[in-house]
């Protein structure tokens, strides 16, 4: 398990060899998100994709939740709404860290996930899924609407009608609702997921190339828009300057050779 530091506004961190965890910690509320938690979620994302002996981050809650979203008992005594701050039109760049980020980002879903929390798990690039864990969208049943682009997102993930009814509903599904549907891509026995999204996010660290997995991430957030012919001459101009990387050398030598690949950190990192 990975050597953690002290937490640090509701965010713990902490990193076991190439890959690091953010847990969400602040158990007073379990794990309910407040502005500086948000701001140090996404500053702890950023530092990752920087530090070029990280090469993988799995996102988990402490406790029994994930994140159950936004902690709505800030508002209970605000009369009006608040003034909207620059801050606030910039928050999206927090919520939606992981998929701004070069690095892989694996959310281990341990318990309720819910509003923002449920964003936060959407902006990943894998889920997994503790059995019996909760999920909501839960916006519509507070008077809210889709937030920080979960409007683009769930539907890229379950489908256009499936995010409809998860979105207009805001109803209560399992982690094995979550499977069925798309959202998660494995549900395992609680006790099991923490290890699980580990070894999953070591395997990415051990075989992946640093900068094969910066240029999918990326490939896969702009090409679904593009028509399938841009699409290709997209990728095959990608495909044609990789010949030229240290990675594809390393690549087809530890495939040659039988052993695992010796890849350099991402570019920039």
């Known amino acids: 398990m990975p050597a953690e530091e002290s937490t640090v506004d509701g965010v713990r961190h902490g990193t076991d060899g190439p890959v690091a965890t953010i847990t969400f910690d ?11 938690m948000q701001v140090r979620y996404g500053a702890r994302l950023r530092e990752a994709d920087a ?32 003034p909207v701050t620059e801050d ?22 341990n318990g309720g996930c819910a509003g923002l929390g449920f964003v936060i798990a959407c902006a990943a690039d894998v889920r997994f899924a503790a059995a019996g864990a909760k999920f909501t969208t839960a916006f519509a049943r507070r008077g809210l609407i889709a937030e920080y682009g979960v409007a683009k997102l769930l539907p890229e993930l379950v489908g256009r009608g499936r995010a409809l009814d998860l979105l207009l509903s805001a109803r209560t599904f399992t982690a094995e609702q ?68 240290p990675e594809v050398v390393e690549g087809v030598a530890s495939w040659n050779e039988r052993r695992p690949p010796r890849f350099p950190p991402c570019p920039g990192a």
Not at 26 to 36: K, L
Not at 55 to 82: E, H, K, Y
Not at 191 to 197: D, M, P, T, V, W
Not at 216 to 234: F, G, H, N, Y
């Open 26 to 36: 602040r158990p007073e509320r379990s794990n309910a998100m407040d502005r500086a």
């Open 178 to 245: 979550a499977l069925e549907y798309g959202l998660v891509q494995e549900v395992v026995p609680a006790g099991e997921l923490a290890s699980r999204a580990h070894a999953y996010a070591t395997e990415l660290a051990a075989y992946s190339a640093p900068r094969s997995m910066a240029t999918i991430k990326d490939q896969v957030a702009r090409e679904p828009a593009m028509p399938l012919e841009r699409s290709a001459v997209t990728s095959t101009s990608l495909m044609l300057e990789s010949f030229a990387h």
């Open 51 to 82: 530090d070029p002996a990280v090469r993988a981050v799995v996102v988990t809650g402490a406790g029994r939740a994930f994140c159950p979203g936004a902690d709505l008992g800030l508002l209970d005594n605000t009369p009006d709404a608040p």
């Open 88 to 109: 606030d039109r910039e928050g999206y760049r927090d919520v939606l860290a992981a998929a701004f980020v070069r690095v892989p980002v694996v959310a281990a879903i």
